[in-house]
């Protein structure tokens, strides 16, 4: 039943790389891949009520992601309507593409590691989406995007979901993973970043006749300024209160309605309606929220029949070399979602084998970080950016793919000389 289960997920994997040449939407097949993969494990089961606690329990994890995506999203849609972005837009004064995707770049990579990769895609996607007109450019720069925020998600212990289970469980120290992996991770986004900045050499801008009016400069950059600090402090909440994630953004999104709607009590009911976060959450994009459920719920499913724990017996057998174990499973996360893929790791390979810091985790780290850039729906920056940005899989899988691989590559190369220098 598990290689139907596979065969299920394959085939759903195909459909949503096909989604425009067979015209079906991608969150409608991935809900029913993920359906079905369940659908599969109750039936192989004796007691059906094992199914659906295992079912539960994989859907606290994934509601948890979901609710995260939600909150973030609304809180940057809430920035968007108040004319925040135009704030942000108005001070970069390049018409030069290429310094503007250096910008974008820069600024990607470092607030990635302060906040998580997620937040930072979503944020940095919508700004890029408003300051750009041109298609393409869009394209690109969202791509870009990917790889900064998981590069940047990779050498923080609260940037990526990943490095963050790795610290919690031990496997890592915060300092040690900063120290390793900040030169690694720069060597994967730098690689990427020259690459795509080729296309764009001597190109400029075109120049806006009519300079963009913000009705409320006030108002814009209260709602701006409070919205960063609160993104800034949901990883600080997370500290303070050991609560997961989703409750520090839904925290910061109850701070910032509290604030909006006092904010324009006393404004006429048509402007408060537009500025309020009611109308923010009805402009979030409900199919792709639950084209990321479908995903994890299918992935879910194959980790509930055990093919990802299968799967790293597999690599051991196969590789037996930790460093390319550990390369293939960053391979492996561009397919699968890395979350399973690295608990499947952690339970595999015990502290006695593997002491804290030592150089697989380091490593594991960095690949299972990054290596979901490659294929956009194989990291939860990549889907959100897709959904912001409308990037097409196969336009991704053709442009992008080749170049981020170079840039894994290239980062887990620095990783290896690093190590044998120092």
Same mark, same amino acid.
């Given at each position: %039943?598990?290689i139907?289960?596979?065969a ?5 994997y195909?459909?949503?790389a ?9 969150a409608?097949t991935?809900v ?6 369940w659908v599969l494990?109750?039936? /192989? ?12 329990h994989?859907?606290?994890e ?18 968007d309507s108040?004319d ?7 001070r970069?004064?390049?018409?030069n593409k290429v310094k503007l ?9 470092f607030l990635?590691a302060l906040?998580?990769?997620l937040t930072t895609?979503i944020? %940095? ?5 408003k300051?750009? =007109?041109?298609?393409n450019d ?8 990917i790889i900064?925020?998981?590069?940047g998600? #990779? ?5 990526d979901?990943?490095?963050? %289970?790795l ?5 890592i120290? #915060?300092?040690?993973v900063i120290?390793k992996?900040?030169f690694p991770?720069?060597v ?5 970043l020259?690459?795509?900045s080729s296309?764009?050499r001597?190109?400029t801008?075109?120049?806006?006749n009519?300079?963009e009016?913000?009705k409320?400069?006030?108002d814009?950059k ?8 609160l ?6 909440f997370?500290?303070?209160t ?7 953004i839904l925290? #910061?999104?109850g701070?910032?309605w509290?604030?909006?709607s006092?904010l324009?009590?006393?404004?006429i009911?048509? =402007?408060?309606?537009q500025?309020?976060?009611v ?7 409900a199919p792709?929220?639950?084209f990321?459920?479908g995903?994890?719920l299918?992935?879910a499913?194959l980790?509930a ?7 790293? =017996?597999v690599?051991?057998?196969t590789?037996k070399n ?8 960053g ?13 499947a790791? /952690?339970g ?7 002491p804290?810091d ?5 490593l594991? #780290?960095?690949?299972t ?6 294929i956009?729906i194989?990291s ?6 897709m959904?912001?940005a409308?990037i097409?899989? %196969?336009?991704?899988?053709?442009r ?6 170079l840039?894994?590559l290239?980062?887990?190369?620095a990783f290896?000389?690093q190590q044998?220098?120092f």
């Amino acid at each position: %039943m598990s290689i139907l289960a596979i065969a299920v997920f394959l085939i759903g994997y195909l459909a949503i790389a096909l989604e425009h040449p067979i015209r079906i939407n991608k969150a409608a097949t991935a809900v029913l891949t993920g359906v079905f993969c369940w659908v599969l494990y109750i039936v /192989q089961l004796n007691d059906p009520e094992v199914g659906v606690e295992s079912l539960m329990h994989h859907l606290g994890e994934i509601s948890s992601i979901l609710f995260f995506l939600l909150g973030a999203m609304t809180i940057v849609e809430l920035i968007d309507s108040h004319d925040g972005f135009k704030l942000i837009t108005q001070r970069i004064k390049t018409r030069n593409k290429v310094k503007l995707l250096l910008i974008i770049t820069i600024l990607t990579f470092f607030l990635s590691a302060l906040l998580d990769n997620l937040t930072t895609a979503i944020v %940095m996607t919508s700004l890029v989406v408003k300051m750009l =007109d041109d298609r393409n450019d869009k394209l690109y720069f969202a791509s870009m995007v990917i790889i900064a925020a998981n590069a940047g998600g #990779a050498f923080s212990p609260l940037g990526d979901v990943t490095t963050t %289970m790795l610290w919690i469980g031990n496997q890592i120290s #915060a300092g040690n993973v900063i120290v390793k992996l900040f030169f690694p991770s720069i060597v994967v986004c730098l690689i990427p970043l020259l690459l795509i900045s080729s296309k764009f050499r001597n190109q400029t801008l075109p120049e806006k006749n009519i300079a963009e009016v913000i009705k409320n400069p006030g108002d814009s950059k209260l709602v701006l300024i409070l919205g960063i600090l609160l993104l800034l402090f949901v990883p600080v909440f997370k500290i303070i209160t050991h609560l997961p994630p989703f409750m520090g953004i839904l925290f #910061a999104l109850g701070v910032l309605w509290i604030v909006t709607s006092y904010l324009h009590r006393n404004k006429i009911e048509y =402007d408060q309606n537009q500025l309020s976060v009611v109308h923010a959450l009805q402009k979030i994009d409900a199919p792709s929220i639950l084209f990321f459920l479908g995903i994890l719920l299918a992935v879910a499913g194959l980790e509930a029949f055990g093919v990802l724990s299968q799967l790293a =017996d597999v690599l051991t057998d196969t590789f037996k070399n930790e460093t390319f174990i550990v390369v293939a499973l960053g391979v492996i996360s561009a397919i699968v979602d890395n979350v399973p893929l690295v608990a499947a790791a /952690q339970g595999m390979y015990s502290l006695a084998d593997f002491p804290t810091d030592h150089t697989f985790w380091t490593l594991l #780290a960095l690949t299972t970080g990054t290596g979901g850039s490659m294929i956009i729906i194989g990291s939860a920056a990549g889907v959100a950016a897709m959904a912001i940005a409308q990037i097409e899989f %196969m336009w991704y899988l053709r442009r992008i793919a080749w170049i981020a691989l170079l840039g894994f590559l290239s980062g887990v190369g620095a990783f290896l000389i690093q190590q044998l220098i120092f």
